[in-house]
């Protein structure tokens, strides 16, 4: 997976069964492990000026937010797939990063369905708002309609489609120029150090967006801030260009180990799925 100009056919359903299988894997082994940094970094996000952070609860609305994590990354790996593998069948191999942006930012969109609604109800309750996900989600309807569960859409997807992007195209570049180098297959830890390395870039250079989207996710019925550019303007004059950067540390931390251990679980999945395919084959034409 991932290298230009492979060219042939492939069975899209398949890649995209097996996509799903591990991209749901990696998305709940990454979330549980590294929740509470999340928290951290949410809250440092949402306070406004210099606040005391509470650091109690900081693993609240885990078990909703794996309700959403493992549908939302199923459906991102499980279009991510076929859609890069169709693509680099398009692209000549000196494009093969287009073909990787593009996918990236096409699995984001398909499964903002899913990740917006998640993301809110998880932000809402590491801000202790509501004591579990059925709660917040029943009340967030009733108080603030279905637009309340999608709060921060445009935002989401300014944020996150060029995070997808960026993420999976370093990744996926890094990873064939190792191959082209090293002539071989690459490690597990391997994987895990580019999967880091491209988490800690994406996700520095994208924390501006994220505070936005933060910011815009947590204000419910308060209504602050009436879009992104009224959201960014607010910001700037309340509280100066440096709040932009607000939970950078703790953003960069647990994307950084986020992406280390997401990309190896997804890869050591793949290969396992690939292997267990490859073996029925065998067995059928027997």
């Not at 009436?226 to 703790?250: Q, V």
């Amino acid at each position: 997976m991932g290298e230009g100009g492979d060219g042939g056919s492939f069975d899209f359903r398949r890649l995209l069964f097996d996509g799903a299988i591990a991209g749901a894997a990696a998305g709940v082994v990454v979330e549980t492990a590294l929740y509470p940094i999340d928290t951290v970094k949410t809250r440092l996000q949402a306070a406004k000026g210099i606040s005391k952070i509470e650091w109690k609860g900081l693993y609240a609305g885990l078990a909703g937010n794996i309700a959403g994590v493992l549908p939302a990354s199923a459906i991102f790996v499980g279009v991510y797939e076929p859609t890069k593998r169709k693509l680099l069948e398009i692209f000549p191999e000196y494009l093969s990063a287009v073909a990787h942006l593009t996918a990236g930012a096409i699995g984001g969109a398909a499964s903002s369905l899913i990740r917006v609604p998640t993301e809110v109800v998880k932000q809402r309750m590491q801000l202790s708002e509501f004591k579990s996900a059925p709660d917040a989600v029943r009340l967030i309807l009733r108080k603030e309609g279905i637009k309340g569960l999608y709060a921060g859409y445009g935002s989401f997807l300014l944020r996150d489609l060029p995070f997808d992007a960026i993420q999976f195209c370093i990744y996926e570049q890094l990873r064939i120029g190792y191959k082209l180098a090293a002539k071989r297959d690459l490690k597990d830890a391997e994987n895990a150090i580019i999967g880091a390395f491209a988490g800690v870039f994406t996700g520095a250079v994208t924390t501006p967006l994220d505070v936005l989207k933060t910011r815009l996710m947590v204000q419910g019925q308060a209504n602050q801030y009436n879009g992104i550019i009224s959201c960014a303007k607010t910001i700037l004059r309340e509280e100066g260009a440096g709040a932009f950067l607000k939970g950078i540390e703790p953003r960069v931390l647990w994307i950084g180990i986020g992406g280390s251990i997401f990309f190896l679980v997804l890869e050591k999945t793949k290969l396992i799925l690939a292997e267990k395919n490859n073996h029925k084959e065998a067995k059928h034409r027997l």
